[in-house]
């Protein structure tokens, strides 16, 4: 009996699978994204008042007016907004602390140490029991699952390798300071308790996000780095980055991993509250392919351009502060790369409700308020002027237990 179904089950099969995989929470309807987090902005603005905590940020609003926010550090997942909002992180499993600072075998890890939690299989919300600097030997490489929340410590990753979220899901990584990252060696390294192999050089990014999906990169200190800051390439896509600040860097965020990789189409990136600080020069960010929401973001320094890209990305850009540098010749904040005016004219490229400030100018290109730009959004800007304001407590955070964060 069991052997005369297997041919219908498998001919079932074949017609549920391409249904599942086309309905694969990955890709997300962005108007249905817009409305929600449109809610959620209202919700905030509401709140604003006289000695109130609200600052009209949605994301911090969700969490840092608790006093107690140290016992209850997993709400934080729930505070997501944007093309990442579905991060889930290690809500749903145990607390893990760091209480070692080490990194001393990258194949077998000591239990106690950061990349002991983020290999194991279970999910995982990894806090620290103290201030330290963590220097890894290797690439940190995350298995699926786990939350990396340094709140309540001062947690630096820094000269040496750094974190790689390569074919993984439900990544958080927040408060932590990442800076002077390096590339790794050919070296032998363990991404999860049953498997370990050889790696090829890592590239030296602070955050590498590698075919990821479903990742949530907030109030982060990042500066320095070998290549660059936060970059996703090869098919990543839901993925928020917010409330973080950058500084002292060349090439700040690649989003696509080269114009003829065609699988980045589906990549969708929201980019809020953030504040491109001083010494950086160009990306942020540089954009391929996908769909990417710029929101609210404060952009005080860059010396070639704040925003580029190529190969027809839709690039919606609203409510930022744009500051200019004094240089006349690079008071653009738009880069239309790699190609001629003829092609980069129809990519659909807008500035909404930008601030702009020192002579910064947005060359706009595309069919305007298409629906094509309605896809590109991922929640309502504020207003620029608020900006400063918005992001006054951008990157890694001094939080306190038994006090508002």
Known sequence: MASSSLPFLLLLLSFLLPSLIASSPTLQDPEL????????????????????????NPIDDCWRCDPNWEQNRQKLADCAIGFGKNAVGGRDGKIYVVTDSGDDDPVNPKPGTLRYAVIQEEPLWIIFARDMVIQLKEELIMNSFKTIDG????????????????????????????????????????????????????????????GGSHVWVDHCSLSNCHDGLIDAIHGSTAITISNNYMTHHDKVMLLGH????????????????????????????RCRHGYFHVVNNDYTHWEMYAIGGSASPTINSQGNRFLAP??????EVTKHEDAPETEWKNWNWRSEGDLMLNGAY????????????????????????????????????????????
């Not at 994204?33 to 600052?55: D, I, M, P, W, Y």
């Not at 065609?262 to 990306?283: C, P, S, W, Y």
């Not at 004094?326 to 008071?331: G, L, M, Q, T, Y």
């Not at 094509?372 to 608020?386: H, Q, V």
């Open 151 to 210: 709140r309540g410590a001062s947690v630096h990753i820094a000269n040496g390798p750094c974190i790689t979220i390569q074919y993984v899901t439900n990544i958080i990584i927040h408060g932590i300071h990442i800076h002077d990252c390096k590339q790794g060696g050919n070296a032998m390294v363990r991404d999860s308790p049953r498997h370990y192999g050889w790696r090829t050089i890592s590239d030296g990014d602070g955050v590498s996000i590698f």
């Open 326 to 331: 004094n240089d006349r010749f690079s008071k």
């Open 258 to 285: 080269s114009d003829s990789y065609t699988q980045d189409k589906g990549m969708q990136v929201t980019i809020a509250f953030n504040h491109f600080g001083e010494g950086l020069v160009q990306r942020m960010p």
């Open 33 to 56: 994204v817009v409305q929600e987090v449109h809610s959620k902005l209202n919700a905030s603005r509401r709140k604003l008042g006289f000695l109130s905590c609200n600052t009209g």
């Open 362 to 405: 947005f060359t706009p290109s595309g069919a305007g308020a298409s629906s094509s730009y309605a896809k590109a959004s991922s929640l309502g800007a504020r207003p620029s002027s608020l900006v400063s304001s918005i992001t006054s407590g951008s990157g890694a955070l001094n939080c306190r237990k038994g006090s508002r964060c």
